[in-house]
């Protein structure tokens, strides 16, 4: 097998996230409940942006942002995802290639917008996310280079992204060129939303055999096992999957793979400003310790330390310098 051109290539939305600052009655007052996400129309999309405070626009979506965390550690990393032909889809496309990320995906003239998502943080770092999937939902399978899958270590998926039927397509196919070239598929579940609409489908391809490694928090595994006890839900579908890594915030995160257990506390962090990505810059670390060799631990450890920095700023794309402190952590 030749060697691959990149560590990891991400597939998913394509989002810039807009962020704002909210306490806990404007949630209240606009019927949202705190820390969960949901999708919403266009017309959703402008009222309640209309409503927001003062916002910023960060570049995000779960896979963008995980592989612009691994080209952030020192990986190279590719990005999959469908943009519109508008202001937004030339600052998102901007705003990953400028990290070192190859995002080579045409834009679409189909019709609707660059995805948006309405970020609202209140003071205690928690996140309520108001999605507008536009042009994201509509990623083809005609979009995909099959050669570029091929040459990536790890194909990584979101879960997200497994909602919508046309780019659920693009995925399977996307899985199956990767699995032909002998490569890695990561599969990371999203949210329990994605496990309520789609636990049969996610079940269906880790059964077959089709996901190396999964990414869960511990809701997440919960619910996709159908076990309430934690234990008992890792013993569950760590059976079948090469690699299960599970993140239980304060907590820190675990990793089973091919029998071997491991088990890190979360990093310290002086201050929770916005919990914005902090799975997808864990998937980012463990990902980049993975393919540059690291033991199952430390990778696990270059995630936490990834999801620190990420949680304590907005936005979820990291800024500091995430290979200096990995370094001056594990060297």
Request: hydrophobic share 45%; glycine share 10%.
């Amino acid at each position: 097998m030749t060697k691959p051109r990149l560590d990891v290539l991400a597939i998913g939305n394509a989002i810039v996230d807009i962020i704002a600052d909210a306490d806990d009655a404007f949630l209240a007052a606009e019927g949202l409940t705190k820390g969960m996400m949901r999708l919403i129309d266009a017309d959703e999309a402008v009222r309640l942006y209309d409503h927001m405070g003062p916002a910023r626009e960060i570049s995000g979506g779960s896979a963008g942002n995980t592989a612009a965390g691994v080209a952030a550690l020192g990986g190279t990393a590719g990005f999959v995802g469908q943009v519109a032909s508008d202001q937004l889809g030339e600052f998102y496309r901007h705003d990953l290639t400028a990290t070192g990320v190859e995002f080579t995906t045409a834009a679409t003239d189909f019709g609707v917008p660059t995805a948006r998502s309405m970020v609202l943080v209140t003071p205690d770092g928690h996140r309520t996310m108001n999605t507008f999937l536009g042009a994201a939902q509509h990623l083809p399978v005609s979009a995909l280079d099959e050669a570029q899958i091929a040459d990536a270590a790890v194909l990584y998926l979101e879960g997200y992204l497994w909602d919508p039927e046309t780019p659920r397509f693009a995925m399977v196919k996307a899985i199956d060129v990767a699995r032909l070239a002998g490569r890695k598929v990561a599969f990371t579940l999203s949210d329990t939303f994605c496990i309520d609409r789609h636990r049969d489908g996610f079940n269906g391809l880790i059964d077959s055999g089709k996901i190396d490694i999964l990414f869960a928090n511990e809701a997440e595994i919960r619910m996709l096992a159908g076990a309430e006890d934690f234990d008992a839900a890792v013993a569950a579908v760590s059976a079948k999957v090469e690699t299960l890594v599970v993140t239980r915030s304060e907590q820190g995160a675990i990793a089973v793979s091919n029998g071997e257990h491991a088990k890190v506390p979360a990093e310290p962090v002086a201050k929770v400003v916005d919990t914005t990505g902090a799975g997808d810059l864990f998937a980012a670390g463990f990902l980049a310790g993975q393919t540059q060799g690291r033991s199952l631990e430390d990778s696990l450890r270059v995630g936490a330390i990834a999801a620190a920095e990420v949680i304590s700023h907005y936005g979820a794309r990291p800024e500091a310098n995430l290979r200096a402190l990995v370094a001056a952590r594990l060297g």
